[in-house]
């Protein structure tokens, strides 16, 4: 296909409004890209590699506009060029509207188009889509001294043999400013409806793959059947499933049982062992092998089959306990000097999904089989690594392993499906990630239980109520968020304050003040305020304020109303 034939369609698709005409068009278009399919179904929504594929251009605009500059002739300066750019919002406009293809004695020197290669008159130099593949791929391969010319001298080349509106695009597709309104979905749309394959196997066979060019050819040339032949390749990277916002009660309305797990504060690390060698993608699928050299070691040493592991780097205190954030990204995308900065900050790995193991794709497998053979790839040698998940169904015992997370330094804590399925890329409700409390509020303790068992001897479970005109009002209990010291430390406060016992319960004379945590208010009829705290949590004694300054009622309802 000629770039001016590709052109002339994201022109037109550009022009498009409705999504549906997008797709329309781009369905068309990948219909007619006969061989340069996989470079059609990229370009045209202004990638030049794969999103797997961690190659780049490295042009940045400054370039760019010299080589536009240089195309366009004698009197054209990069400045001029970065001038109207500024002026006209586009550099598609800019070098549309430059006067290419005079600089006939030079436009072989750097396209590499050889004997085509020749300018036509303000027009096309019959440049191909598959031309410009290879002058890019060439472009991204020059390093080292010289390769700035280089790269500026290959781009000066392509625009050399341009005319407006194939300028436009290659302008716009090598600084990643395609913008014509085609986004993944509607490529993928326009994948099934040009194949005739249902779009959710085209969905998923770019989940696995990341390659909208191999997706559009096997769902051309295989069908239905080569896309789901589809699997995962050690070594590629898969986007990283994401987590939502959400809350313990979400957790346990939505599924009977939740699998809980610390969240780590460092940063995602998506691991890929083929049996020798090792490569570590970020998030966004970059390889960052090189800046963690440890977890390189660590996975050669305890993996003994292929894998692909997905988890979290965290950065370690000498005694093992996580470090911020911040000091993970002073490892995380280093490029020089590793060796010093791993004297500086050591970092770890944790690993909480198993994507693939010795030959098996485990995407499909619910989470706790995926945990379950993360366990085993990673044995008794590399069991520190292991993200400990616990599936519950009781919000106190969600509580407590919060707790204990916040205690050992963790940001908090995930809540998943047990039954999901792992979701490339997707941003779903199967994963969600605590949302912290809103505000917390002091209130009164009215009543208690004492516990049982090795804890027959200290109040457990304490009323918690609001300040009302005339007394207090219960607004629930809360057990959770406190340990046995602190039992022992609330029982000797609040047993003088006892005024009443009925078996294990306990009436309490409203002197001490708790800070409580909570996710939400509700209102309910089982406790004497109208209303009930969701999850809520003990956060500490204010012994700073009497019972009188606690939290009214009224307070309550003016932020169950504000929910
Ligand atoms: P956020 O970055 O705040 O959107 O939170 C989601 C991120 O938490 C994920 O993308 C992971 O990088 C990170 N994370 C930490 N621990 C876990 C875990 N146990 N499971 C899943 N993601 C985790």
Same mark, same amino acid.
């Given at each position: 296909?000629?770039? %001016?034939?590709?052109?002339?369609?994201?022109?037109?698709?550009?022009?498009?409004?409705?999504?549906?005409?997008? @797709?329309?068009?781009?369905?068309?278009?990948?219909?007619?890209?006969?061989?340069?399919?996989?470079?059609?179904?990229?370009?045209?929504?202004?990638?030049?590699?794969?999103?797997?594929?961690?190659?780049?251009?490295?042009?940045?605009?400054?370039?760019?506009?010299?080589?536009?500059?240089?195309?366009?002739?004698?009197?054209?300066?990069?400045?001029?060029?970065?001038? &109207?750019?500024?002026?006209?919002?586009?550099?598609?406009?800019?070098?549309?509207?430059?006067?290419?293809?005079?600089?006939?004695?030079?436009?072989?020197?750097?396209?590499?188009?050889?004997?085509?290669?020749?300018?036509?008159?303000?027009?096309?130099?019959?440049?191909?889509?598959?031309?410009?593949?290879?002058?890019? &791929?060439?472009?991204?391969?020059?390093?080292?001294?010289?390769?700035?010319?280089?790269?500026?001298?290959?781009?000066?080349?392509?625009?050399?043999?341009?005319?407006?509106?194939?300028?436009?695009?290659?302008?716009? *597709?090598?600084?990643?400013?395609?913008?014509?309104?085609?986004?993944?979905?509607?490529?993928?749309?326009?994948?099934?409806?040009?194949?005739?394959?249902?779009?959710?196997?085209?969905?998923?066979?770019? =989940?696995?793959?990341?390659?909208?060019?191999?997706?559009?050819?096997?769902?051309?040339?295989?069908?239905?059947?080569?896309?789901?032949? *589809?699997?995962?390749?050690?070594?590629?990277?898969?986007?990283?499933?994401?987590?939502?916002?959400?809350?313990?009660?979400?957790?346990?309305?939505?599924?009977?049982?939740?699998?809980?797990?610390?969240?780590?504060?460092?940063?995602? @690390? =998506?691991? !890929?062992?083929?049996?020798?060698?090792?490569?570590?993608?970020?998030?966004?699928?970059?390889?960052?092998?090189?800046?963690?050299?440890?977890?390189?070691?660590?996975?050669?040493?305890?993996?003994?089959?292929?894998?692909?592991?997905?988890?979290?780097?965290?950065?370690?205190?000498?005694?093992?306990?996580?470090?911020?954030?911040?000091?993970?990204?002073?490892?995380?995308? &280093?490029?020089?000097?590793?060796?010093?900065?791993? $004297?500086?900050?050591?970092?770890?790995? &944790?690993?909480?999904?198993?994507?693939?193991?010795?030959?098996?794709?485990?995407?499909? $497998?619910?989470?706790?089989?995926? !945990?379950?053979?993360? #366990?085993?790839?990673?044995?008794?040698?590399?069991?520190? +690594?292991?993200?400990?998940?616990?599936?519950?169904?009781?919000?106190?015992?969600?509580?407590?392993?919060?707790?204990?997370?916040?205690? #050992?330094? !963790?940001?908090?804590?995930?809540?998943?499906?047990?039954?999901?399925?792992?979701?490339?890329?997707?941003?779903?409700?199967?994963?969600?990630?605590?949302?912290?409390?809103?505000?917390?509020?002091?209130?009164?303790?009215?009543?208690?239980?004492?516990?049982?068992?090795?804890? #027959?001897?200290?109040?457990?479970?304490?009323?918690?109520?609001?300040?009302?005109?005339?007394?207090?009002?219960?607004?629930?209990? @809360? +057990?959770?968020?406190?340990?046995?010291?602190?039992? $022992?430390?609330?029982?000797?406060?609040?047993?003088?304050?006892?005024? #009443?016992?009925?078996?294990?319960?306990?009436?309490?004379?409203?002197?001490?003040?708790? $800070?409580?945590?909570?996710?939400?208010?509700?209102?309910?009829?089982?406790?004497?305020?109208?209303? %009930?705290?969701?999850?809520?949590?003990? *956060?500490?004694?204010?012994?700073?304020?009497?019972?009188?300054?606690?939290?009214?009622?009224?307070?309550?309802?003016? *932020? %169950?109303?504000? =929910?």
């Amino acid at each position: 296909m000629e770039l %001016a034939a590709f052109a002339e369609r994201a022109r037109a698709i550009e022009a498009e409004s409705a999504d549906t005409d997008v @797709v329309e068009s781009v369905t068309d278009l990948l219909r007619v890209s006969s061989q340069d399919l996989p470079v059609v179904a990229r370009y045209v929504q202004g990638r030049v590699f794969p999103a797997h594929d961690s190659t780049k251009l490295d042009i940045g605009p400054a370039l760019c506009y010299e080589a536009i500059a240089k195309a366009a002739g004698r009197n054209v300066t990069a400045d001029d060029v970065e001038e &109207r750019v500024a002026d006209v919002g586009d550099v598609g406009e800019v070098a549309a509207s430059c006067d290419f293809g005079g600089q006939r004695g030079l436009a072989a020197f750097g396209g590499g188009g050889g004997a085509g290669a020749e300018a036509g008159e303000g027009g096309t130099g019959g440049l191909t889509v598959a031309e410009v593949d290879a002058e890019l &791929r060439a472009l991204a391969a020059t390093d080292g001294s010289g390769s700035r010319d280089t790269k500026r001298d290959i781009l000066f080349g392509l625009f050399n043999r341009t005319g407006d509106d194939e300028a436009r695009y290659l302008a716009r *597709l090598v600084l990643s400013e395609m913008r014509i309104g085609v986004g993944d979905g509607a490529v993928r749309d326009a994948i099934a409806d040009a194949f005739d394959v249902p779009v959710d196997a085209v969905e998923r066979a770019l =989940q696995v793959t990341n390659d909208h060019g191999e997706v559009a050819v096997v769902a051309r040339d295989e069908g239905l059947g080569g896309l789901e032949s *589809l699997g995962l390749d050690v070594g590629r990277p898969v986007g990283a499933m994401l987590a939502q916002a959400g809350t313990v009660t979400d957790a346990l309305d939505d599924w009977e049982r939740v699998a809980v797990e610390t969240k780590f504060d460092g940063a995602r @690390v =998506q691991v !890929h062992y083929d049996g020798e060698e090792t490569t570590l993608f970020s998030r966004n699928m970059e390889d960052v092998t090189d800046p963690l050299p440890e977890v390189v070691e660590f996975v050669e040493d305890t993996l003994d089959a292929p894998a692909i592991l997905d988890g979290e780097v965290v950065a370690v205190a000498d005694d093992g306990s996580p470090l911020p954030f911040q000091e993970v990204l002073r490892r995380f995308r &280093r490029k020089h000097d590793v060796a010093k900065a791993r $004297e500086d900050v050591t970092v770890e790995f &944790r690993a909480f999904d198993c994507l693939h193991a010795a030959g098996d794709d485990m995407l499909d $497998e619910p989470l706790t089989r995926r !945990h379950d053979r993360l #366990a085993d790839a990673l044995g008794d040698a590399g069991a520190r +690594a292991l993200s400990e998940l616990t599936v519950s169904g009781d919000s106190d015992e969600i509580a407590a392993i919060e707790a204990d997370a916040l205690d #050992a330094d !963790h940001e908090g804590i995930m809540l998943k499906n047990p039954e999901s399925a792992y979701t490339p890329g997707r941003r779903g409700k199967q994963w969600l990630k605590r949302k912290p409390d809103v505000e917390t509020l002091d209130l009164v303790v009215t009543g208690a239980e004492w516990g049982e068992g090795r804890r #027959a001897e200290l109040l457990g479970t304490f009323e918690i109520s609001a300040a009302t005109d005339d007394g207090f009002a219960a607004l629930g209990k @809360v +057990a959770t968020g406190i340990t046995d010291e602190e039992l $022992e430390a609330l029982t000797a406060l609040l047993e003088p304050h006892v005024l #009443a016992e009925d078996g294990a319960d306990v009436e309490i004379d409203p002197t001490v003040v708790f $800070e409580v945590g909570y996710e939400e208010i509700q209102a309910s009829p089982t406790y004497g305020a109208g209303y %009930a705290l969701r999850f809520p949590r003990f *956060l500490g004694v204010r012994d700073d304020i009497d019972p009188g300054d606690a939290d009214s009622l009224e307070r309550v309802e003016r *932020l %169950a109303d504000r =929910q």
